[in-house]
């Protein structure tokens, strides 16, 4: 029971490297199996505003980005990750991301008609507004 006591700070904090240290792998493994498997009897999170990233999650990640990016925008620069990781096999591949389709008008360079929009960040069902990382969408029909 201390494992999952830890496990849940680890979690909390985002901080898996102290949670490893002190115990085996087989043992992370079936922690790290049970909190998923707890994590997807919560209700779906299509359903809520942030689309199953909550501010205090999503903000600290889009900040280090943002930082990343810029840093790679000054000329000459080179990325200089503190920590990596590395994957073997690799692939390019595209994965479906939670986006408007429909009607859209008022797009600054997108004719007016059908389209679709880019990942969504945050989803407002009662305002009906929805945010991408370039722009602010309204549906004011509400959704289908």
């Not at 201390?2 to 496990?7: A, G, R, S, T």
């Not at 909390?12 to 009897?41: C, I, P, T, W």
């Not at 209700?43 to 205090?56: E, I, R, V």
């Not at 009906?128 to 602010?136: E, G, I, M, P, V």
Request: net charge positive; with cysteine.
């Amino acid at each position: 029971m201390q494992n999952v006591n830890i496990l849940s700070i680890c979690l909390a904090k985002g901080d898996f490297n102290s949670f490893s240290l002190r115990m085996s792998h087989e043992s992370v493994y079936f922690l790290a199996h049970q909190q998923m498997e707890l994590e997807s009897k919560r209700p779906h999170s299509m359903n809520d505003k942030w689309l199953g990233s909550p501010p205090f999650v999503i903000l600290p990640r889009l900040r280090s980005l943002l930082a990343d990016l810029e840093q790679l925008a000054v000329p000459g620069s080179h990325p200089v990750p503190n920590e990596v990781v590395n994957v073997r096999n690799c692939i390019v591949a595209s994965r479906a991301v939670p986006c408007l389709m429909g009607e859209f008008s008022g797009h600054p360079s997108i004719k007016d008609g059908p389209g679709i929009t880019s990942e969504l960040f945050y989803l407002d069902r009662k305002h009906k507004l929805a945010r991408t990382l370039s722009r602010w969408y309204r549906f004011d029909e509400g959704l289908i």
